[in-house]
């Protein structure tokens, strides 16, 4: 079919099935931000958007005086940015797409845009084409890529005098925005565009839907390609391919649309803080909670972290993104290529989360119980109801519950003051 630049005709189009199957992804916030590594990759505009007191104060304290962000370029080296070892990094996390921040609110490109001049990362910096390296190396080891790119640029001038007009001009969008959407989709072909700063003028202002009919009609990604839903005030959660609704957003029901579920391990930044501290990191646990929570509830989870301005992933977040990986290892079964299932999460508690695959359905419990019994009621057994423990070899024994549902006797695990932190899924076959 062909898709008219019209929301109605966009959004009938069916999102590429790898989009769902695919549930895990990583999400990389870099750019110059990662720079000054303080408060959070909108360093800029706190800086010298809003004038915040302490963001001058740490300038002051750490940079030569008459200082400009634009003097933060030539500091942003990614000298041991090795897109091999991300690669291998995403993929052992457990991974299948990642997305790659081409260009926050600052403007910054991580590639040479022939409409960002000096400022990007082959003219300036590291002097290296970030996005299509990552791409490469990606691409080697069968993941998918995905490009953040972001509509608007806080103090590009153009875009300020668009704004000026309110948004009756479109120098910016015409000169700047889309030359790079296009010029992105052209050279590196991605498998998904994650959209952004687009809240503070209407879709006609960007030309969304042209762009996006020009992607689903006539781009060489046409037929596999999957956006989110920032293209325009009051867009978000309602137009585009999946949604993505609000950073962090949980949405407590089945949504009736696919959505994305985006996270960060520093719970305070998305782009490298060097202040952070080991309390500001999710621990395995949540992590794991929030990833089980959304695809239950047929979400994709989108985890970021945020690299030093050398291209370093810190060893803490590589540890977490491994524990996420080891965890989907065991229990990946539960997870890619699920669909939910007719109940969610148990009612009595939100320990225990439900996916299932055609007949097959799991039962994923976040704690262990005490007396190694798992009372399940929702789950409707029959004579033939087979249980195993993703990870453990074996049947496992259960009887029909008293009330309803059906109570599993679990592996005796071996004792321990602190139960055991992580979430393990149960297969059951033959239940309604």
């Known amino acids: 079919p062909r898709y008219r630049p019209d929301w109605a005709s966009l959004d009938a189009r069916p999102l590429p099935a790898w989009f769902d ?14 720079v000054p590594a303080w408060g959070s990759e909108w360093f800029w505009w706190h800086w010298q958007g809003e004038h915040d007191a302490a963001y001058e104060r740490f300038v002051r304290r750490r940079f030569p005086p008459g200082t400009s962000y634009a003097d933060f370029a030539p500091r942003f080296t990614a000298h041991d940015f090795q897109p091999r070892q991300w690669a291998q990094l995403f993929q052992r996390a457990g991974a299948r797409y990642v997305v790659l921040t081409t260009k926050h609110h600052e403007g910054f490109t991580n590639w040479g845009s022939p409409v960002a001049w000096n400022w990007n990362s082959v003219d300036t910096g590291p002097h290296r084409d970030l996005v299509g390296e990552l791409g490469e190396a990606l691409r080697e080891s069968n993941l998918r890529y995905g490009l953040y790119h972001s509509l608007m640029e806080w103090f590009n001038p153009l875009y300020l005098a668009d704004k000026q007009s309110g948004f009756k001009t479109q120098s910016f969008v015409l000169k700047k925005t889309m030359p790079e959407l296009y010029d992105l989709v052209l050279r590196y072909k991605p498998d998904l565009i994650w959209s952004d700063g687009d809240w503070e003028a209407p879709d006609s202002y960007w030309n969304s839907t042209s762009f996006l009919a020009w992607l689903y009609n006539n781009s060489p990604v046409k037929d596999a390609v999957v956006v989110n839903d920032r293209w325009g005030r009051g867009c978000s959660c309602r137009h585009g391919g999946f949604y993505n609704c609000a950073d962090k957003y949980r949405p407590g029901t089945l949504p009736d649309h696919k959505w994305e579920m ?18 500001e990191v999710m621990d395995e646990m949540s992590m794991i909670e929030e990833l089980v929570q959304t695809v239950s509830l047929g979400g994709n989870y989108l985890l970021n972290v945020g690299p030093t301005k050398e291209g370093v992933i810190a ?6 993104l491994l524990a996420l990986g080891r965890w989907l290892d065991t229990n990946g079964e539960a997870i890619y290529e699920s669909q939910p299932w007719r ?19 799991f039962a994923i419990f976040l704690l262990w119980p005490r007396d190694s019994e ?3 009621s929702s789950p409707i057994p029959s004579p033939g109801t087979q249980v195993t423990l993703l990870g453990y070899s074996g049947t496992l024994k259960w009887q ?22 992580s979430g393990w899924a149960v297969k059951l076959e033959g239940v309604k």
């Open 374 to 376: 798992l009372h399940l």
């Open 315 to 320: 060893p803490i977040f590589q540890e977490r």
């Open 262 to 279: 985006c996270s960060s391990l520093d719970k305070l930044s998305w782009g490298y803080r060097s202040n952070m501290s080991l309390a």
């Open 21 to 34: 199957r695919a549930k895990v992804g990583v999400f990389v916030h870099w750019g110059v931000f990662s």
């Open 400 to 421: 029909k519950s008293p009330g309803k549902g059906m109570l599993i006797t679990l592996p005796y695990m071996l004792p321990s003051p602190l139960p055991p932190q």
């Open 343 to 361: 109940v969610q999460m148990e009612n009595t508690t939100d320990t225990v989360w439900y996916t299932s695959k055609g007949p097959v359905v």
